[in-house]
DNA sequence: AAAATGGGCAACCGCGGGGGT
DNA sequence: AACCCCCGCGGTTGCCCATTT
């Protein structure tokens, strides 16, 4: 596969195309157009094949072709294609003039895709990742960091880092955990599932705020305060306040006691009702709706939508530059 | 400064569908 | 109906260049 030896078996040329090659072949199909790919090399007095010769036409040389940088409309507009069509690259070409299907697979395949994965997207199913392999990294590196912490001789000076550090790791646990949960409560099969991971959370028992781990979460600036809380002894406890709809973590107004009587069911409610608010959007129902328009930010009514659509967020480079 | 690594792009390959005989 | 030819498509790979070590 790939790229073979710069001839075949025929002696017919392959690889890079020559300058040379380029103008023969442009003149010819200028003059003539193709006609025939089969007998167009022997007539343009090209060693290659037919093949070959429709290939660097159609993805270089017409003469209509847009070189250069996507747009970001072009690219809202591929990721919109994409969660309908699939890989399914020459009809998305046909709604992107200029662009030929091979720079929009490979377009695809180095920047998109990418885009997707580092945050947590299955490229495919444009929803969140729930595979064991997509918390692996997580998985492993906790098990490391709770490894190094049993190993170390801590003294009382680095007893806090310590603490601190274990926490850290539990907060990118619970956060996968929560990647985890928030698909499988948009998805109604998994109920068992579900439970599962709100067990998961309980035993952890404590979790940050759904936003990135940084330093002033750490050092409890306009976040949890850990540190003290540690030095307290003291786990912050998870509540589902779905009048915000989000988790307020340690917080005494929200924290719920063990005396207060709310039946199980109730919390699972509660707690799935979180995870349901917390999902990200089903792709395809948003592409549904911005499909008769690919590039305009307005409905299928013409209505603009107060709302960003879901390849709106993924191409906010800031909000991106958060997930980096 | 040199080597290693990674990313982006152009091009090739195999497969399948459509049309002609 | 069966076969062949041609074309288009999607997947894959090699080369080149930039960046990192």
Same mark, same amino acid.
């Not at 067990?199 to 940050?208: A, G």
């Not at 989000?246 to 069911?265: A, C, F, K, L, Y």
């Given at each position: ?151 170390? &001789?801590?003294? *009382?000076?680095? $007893?806090?880092?310590?603490?601190? /550090?274990?926490?850290?790791? =539990?907060?990118?646990? #619970?956060? %996968? ?104 959007? &089903?792709?395809? *129902?948003?592409? $549904?709706?911005?499909?008769?328009? /690919?590039?305009?930010?307005? =409905?299928?009514?013409? #209505?603009? %939508? ?19």
């Amino acid at each position: 596969m790939g790229r073979p030896p710069s001839s075949d078996e025929n002696g017919l040329k392959k690889g890079p195309w020559t300058t040379e090659e380029d103008e023969k072949l442009m003149s010819y199909i200028q003059k003539h157009g193709h006609g025939s790919w089969r007998s167009l090399p022997q007539l343009a007095g090209l060693n290659r094949c037919g093949k070959s010769c429709r290939l660097r036409w159609t993805n270089y040389l017409k003469p209509d072709i847009k070189r250069g940088k996507f747009s970001q409309e072009e690219e809202q507009t591929i990721l919109q294609l994409h969660t309908v069509l699939g890989n399914k690259w020459s009809a998305i070409a046909k709604h992107l003039p200029g662009r030929t299907d091979n720079e929009i697979k490979n377009f695809w395949n180095t920047h998109l895709r990418k885009k997707l994965i580092k945050m947590g997207i299955d490229p495919m199913t444009h929803r969140p990742r729930t595979d064991f392999f997509a918390a692996l990294p997580q998985l492993i590196a906790l098990a490391n960091l709770r490894q190094f912490i049993n190993q170390q &001789p801590w003294d *009382d000076h680095t $007893a806090g880092l310590q603490a601190q /550090t274990a926490q850290a790791a =539990n907060l990118q646990y #619970v956060q %996968s955990l929560l990647h985890s949960a928030a698909s499988i409560a948009a998805s109604p099969t998994t109920s068992s599932s579900l439970n599962s991971l709100t067990m998961d959370l309980e035993q952890i028992n404590f979790l940050s705020p759904p936003q990135m781990l940084s330093p002033s979460v750490l050092e409890g600036n306009g976040g949890i305060d850990l540190a003290g809380q540690v030095a307290q002894n003291q786990m912050p406890s998870i509540t589902f306040d779905h009048t915000i709809g989000n988790i307020n973590p340690g917080s005494d107004n929200h924290v719920e006691t063990s005396g207060q009587h709310r039946s199980e069911e109730e919390n699972n409610s509660k707690k799935r009702q979180f995870l349901s608010e917390n999902s990200l959007p &089903p792709l395809t *129902d948003m592409a $549904a709706s911005n499909i008769c328009n /690919t590039i305009s930010t307005s =409905n299928c009514d013409g #209505v603009s %939508s107060p709302f960003p659509s879901w390849s709106e967020i993924l191409l906010d480079e800031e909000l991106l530059s958060e997930f980096a």
